[in-house]
């Protein structure tokens, strides 16, 4: 209070000490006249006893103020009027600070979120995936997944294991809920008991699944997500205990789980008890994700040793039915290889998030250059009140305080105009990103990426602040040493610093641009790809699922999808329609498994594994995927369960050296079954993104006679995607009509995952079309800054030198060889520049292999445009300067003074 | 801040006691405490304006005085300062340990053995 109270009084004491002073004046003076001398001479002499009236008055002041602090909040006045006496010069520096902090803000927020915390579970350094390394199993042991686990591997585990605290298994699906609104398919997460326990979240309503539930012959429950529990019963707290219809059985809702909540990386509607049948699980089955929490102290190697000789066990344990060899996955080489959970999480994600970052961070560092430069030649332009203040007495300790100042509120300003920036930024990456980073809906400005910002401002502001204050603050220094006079041009080290920083700025914008070069063309060379099917932006695809509690017969099941087929084609402006088991690049493999080749033999091992499909005739007709040779399946193979197979080229070349040649060959899938005709052939689709290579594949048709079962079984494809080829495609109207078709053949069938192929097209290059926006828009950002520099440079070099350019002309010199003179100076700075920046960029460029793609990191057409394009930009960013130097007037320079 | 090797400057404290003193016989503003001090030291003491002034804003500060407007002995307005409590009894502290110094450097100084 007493602080307060004396702010207010602070000018009335000022004005009290005034008032005093004065009049103790006077009354001397007054003194002095009565004893006889004259006004003039009293008030003189009056004066000097008293002593130096100001400085007292200072003095006296000072009692009432804190010094450091009110000299600080004048210098902060004083630089505040300075910056808003040049409006231009602090317009810029403050958009490109804004900018500049503000793309690293964004970044860091993100980094924040996906990197550093992507698990939101309590203790989650403890949780591992259950990754396991099986070399032998060929294309079903995935690069990115490894072999996923079966059911009985969970029980075996899960019973027998010493490491873990808990461990469970889960796989995502999809469902059809009815009896609540209009049916509709919601997605699905099936744990294992286990799962719940191992992610420690507890549900915000209800319970979890109990083990009662987990057995098949026990309750039939369900747990909703929070989102799900919100949007369809408006998160009604009664839904504990209501019975809803998923996949036409009835199961009671026990538990609603937390907002947010996923498991590990996938978004749910539903969560549904796994009820492991222990009795009758066979070996195979290979398709669920595993997570365990580690016990404490236990180590994931430790836990691997422990694993792997589960696998044994688990051999012994269970079998694939009576005549077949548990023990022959031994030929799989099955071993643990867990990872944590964090990282199977962020996967590749990472690689691209720490590119942006460094991407941001250069453009900041190629902003501060710049910044540094303009303040060289302001520091310059103060260069006389500074050397005046320092032989006055002023300290270098005060000068540099005072320069420092200006940077450092240049960059707080920055800052803080960067914190709204970062919020567009971020609204704009979270729009545009790759879509599988973890907790994308949480990014946002959180406590932590305001101080990021607060420290980033700062760190900019005294970083470009430092360089002005190295070369400018110094104590006593000799008045106006080195700077031009009439006589002299002012030194060469003047200008070194700033050509010292316009060489750093060239090199780290040749390593952008170059990174941005060679992900345009990596780019360029995914889209050359041929995907395996034409003009995606016309095929619309929505996925329809049969339960089997809503129509069990599969001729029945095929008739419908048929009846699908015809309803959908009598549309006006559908081309073609088809339906698969998947279509390509939607992060979904129907099955793996061997194909025997009729004639080749297998010595001492099995043949590798291939991927298979199941189709409908006029599937590849509507996805346009080209016919090599041969024919494609008609409605009659596949209602006379005819035994018929397509393949991919790939594999046909393989086997039989060419497309043609594998019409009428036969293959099966092993000594049980019948030999299977080769029918036809089409063309290699890349089912896994174009940066993949294509698999060789296997078609079968969606209705066939079940291969694995001793008795006549008909196994078909309840769950398919179609495919429809229209001019409409991705129209709210069209798919209004799709829905209205297939609910006129079967009312209980929603659509689901209703998307274009464009858009599954999109979604799989959207890693690398992120990462190249990024990069595209930092070179081009640093192409503009470095231009802008070297601009800057040599302008100021050319005003600066303009007498000496008077005296040269006046002496005779030709006005194009002074205009060059300067841009060879340009020139010459660039090259240094582009020297380092090409050995930073082929070191660097190796951090950013696993991005690129049909393009080597050191591709020399890269490194030989960038460069040149870099010239061409100083080439142009020093003309407009050199010409005003050869448009100066000799006789006006020499005659100024 | 002695300009003249004459003068010798008084021990820190002393110009606040002094001042303190003289505002408890009466009231006054700076210029007459300047020639108050001056006339019952028979002139031995002379305050230094470039002294006074600060010291008085510190003990203004300290709270040991207060400050009001006020006539001066001409008739023109000024400001005149008055002992508050806290300043009064800081007086009574500071004089007592100056008394007891003054007496323990006598018996030094008139020692002669």
Redesign the interface.
Known sequence: MKFLN?LFTRRR?YD??S???Q??L???I?ELIEDGLSREEAAHRARR????VDL??E??????QWRFLESLLADLKLTLRRLGKSPGFTATVLLTLAIGIGANTAVFSIINRVLLEPLPYPQSNQLVSLFLNAPGAGGLASFRTGLLLSQSMYVTFSDHNRSFQSMGIWISQHANVTGIAKPEEVRTTIVSDGILQTLEIPAVRGRWFSQAEQDPRGPKTVMLSYGYWQRRFGGDPAVIGRIIQVDAQPREIVGVMPRGFRVVDQDFDLLLPMAVDRVHEILAGFGCNGIARLKPGVSIAQADADVSRLIDVWMDSWSNGPGTNPHWYRIWRISPNFHSLKQQVIGNVSSVLWVVMATVGLVLLIACANIANLLLVRAESRQHELSIRAALGAGRARLARELLLESVTLGLIGGLLATGIAYVGLRVLVAFGPGNLPRLNEISLDARSLGFTLLVAVLSGLLFGAIPVWRYARSAAPLMLGATTRTATAGRARHRSRNVLVIAQTAMALVLLVSAVLMIRTFAALRQVEPGFSDPAHIQTFRVAIPESLISDPVIVTRTQNNIVDRISAIPGVTSVGFASAVPMDNDDPNWDQMWIEGKTYPGENPPLRLFNYVAPGYFHAMGTRLAAGRDFTWDDLYGLHQMVMVSEGFARDNWGSAAAAIGKRVRQFSGTPWQEVIGVVEDVHVHGVDDKAPPTVYFTSMLKSPYSRTPKIDVSSAVTFAVRCSRAGTQDFIDQLQQAVWSVNSELPLASVQTMQDIYGQSLARTSFTLVMLAIAGFMALALSIIGIYGVISYAVSQRTREIGIRLALGAQRNTLSWMFVRSALLMTAAGMAIGLVAASLVIQLMRTLLFGISPLDPVTYITVPLVLALAALLASYLPARRAAAVNPVETLRWE | MARNPKHRDLFPGALEIMVLKSLRLKPMHGYALVKHIKQVSDEMLQVEEGSLYPALQRMLREGWLESETGVSAKGRPTRIYRLTDAGLKHLERESESLQRMFAGINRVLAATS
């Open positions: 004396r004491r009290d000490l008032v005093s002073i009049e103790h006077q009354e001397r007054d006893e008293f002593g130096n007292i008055e003095r006296s002041r000072e009692a009432w």
